[in-house]
Each structure stands twice: as structure tokens, then as C-alpha cells.
């Protein structure tokens, strides 16, 4: 079975863009590692709350035992 073109003319796959694709291409690459980044933040600020509530069980034990 032979591949089809799609509604725009070209075959599934191709690399042939125009300037315009292009353009959308880069500003949804971009979004992506904005929001990918943005998810890092995230997690890097849960780790940090995680390590601090750590430390002040720990703290809260020694003030505790004395």
C-alpha cells in the first residue's frame, strides 16, 4: 500500500515545511521547554519543602529529648 498525501500535499512525515510551519514548529518547541522547566520548578520547590519539614521533625526531636 502506497502512502497517501494529506490534505496540505505532502506525504506523512515529510520535512518539507513552510516558513510559516516553521515558525509554529519553533514557538510550540519552545512552549514545551518553557512548560518543561516550569514542571522542574515545581519539583526542585517540593524537594526543598520535603528536606525542611525533614529538619524540623528532626529538630523538633532533639528539643524534645532535652
Known amino acids: 500500500m502506497a502512502t497517501?498525501?494529506?490534505a496540505n500535499g505532502r506525504r506523512p512525515g515529510?520535512?518539507?515545511h513552510s516558513p510559516r510551519?516553521?515558525?509554529l514548529i519553533a514557538q510550540v518547541?519552545?512552549?514545551?521547554g518553557s512548560?518543561?522547566?516550569e514542571k522542574l520548578k515545581g519539583k526542585v520547590k517540593d524537594a526543598e519543602k520535603k528536606?525542611?519539614?525533614i529538619a524540623l521533625v528532626e529538630a523538633?526531636?532533639?528539643a524534645a529529648k532535652k
Open 14 to 16: 515529510s520535512k518539507n
Open 29 to 32: 518547541a519552545a512552549l514545551k
Open 60 to 62: 523538633k526531636k532533639a
Open 35 to 37: 512548560l518543561a522547566a
Open 51 to 53: 528536606e525542611l519539614r
Open 21 to 23: 510551519e516553521e515558525r
Open 4 to 6: 497517501t498525501k494529506g
